[in-house]
């Protein structure tokens, strides 16, 4: 007797645990994770990913679509099943390398000016230069410490491209500009077109976006006047 309540005590333990196991099989099945939905009729759903970028920031929508067969290649049903905004957590935003200086040889002007040509005096300051002219500054910041408001520059006009090197601080017109603008010659480089100059102000980190052609330059600066 006793032989056979143990046998019935644990038949209904093998039962209890093979229903238990079954229930936690078929909770596996059919898992609503954001990878991956199991609708009941057997379509599944896939992601599709779309960001939005403006001056807030980067903003993106995250859509899951239900799949027509799940045994065919996804299909748009037009039936959305669930819908996510957020704001992605890879976006890099800008990082400025602060440039540590250490004393190395960086190209300047180049000499143009002899020290034959310079006359200094009691009653004042004689400097012999041809084809010369002056120029005075607004607050553009562009090339502080060196050239501010206030200061004036004296330039030559460059007969040859040639004459232009890097390192050389230069007026050249802009288009859309009713002024001229002085910055460094940061390289000079050829396209089609032939030979052009990239620019940068000192005080940017960044070189200029336009092209400036030997026809755009108005002058070499070759003194700084405070």
Not at 186 to 215: H, L, M, S
């Amino acid at each position: 007797m006793k032989l056979l309540k143990f046998g019935v005590v644990l038949a209904l333990v093998i039962i209890g645990f093979l229903v238990a196991l079954a229930s936690f099989s078929a909770m596996g099945s059919n898992d609503n994770s954001d990878d991956k939905l199991v609708m009941e009729d057997g379509g599944m759903t896939f992601k599709e990913e779309t960001c939005v970028e403006d001056e807030k920031g980067i903003t993106c929508v995250e859509n899951s679509f239900m799949k027509e067969d799940a045994n065919s290649v996804p299909k748009f049903t037009g039936y959305t099943v669930k819908e996510k905004i957020f704001v992605p957590k890879y976006v890099v935003k800008e990082v400025v390398v602060e440039e540590k200086l250490n004393g190395e040889e960086r190209e300047g002007p180049k000499d143009r000016i002899k020290d034959s040509d310079i006359n200094v005096h009691g009653s004042g300051v004689r400097i012999d230069i041809s084809n010369a002219n002056y120029r005075t500054y607004i607050d553009s910041n562009s090339m502080d410490p060196l050239i501010d408001i206030g200061a004036n520059t004296i330039e030559i006009k460059p007969k040859y491209a040639s004459e232009i090197k890097v390192g050389d601080i230069v007026a050249y017109d802009v288009k859309g500009y009713d002024y001229a603008f002085v910055h460094r010659v940061a390289d000079i480089r050829n396209d089609a077109e032939g030979v052009y100059f990239v620019t940068k102000g000192d005080n940017y980190w960044q070189e200029d976006p336009d092209k400036v052609r030997f026809k755009d330059i108005e002058g070499i600066v070759v003194g700084i006047l405070y």
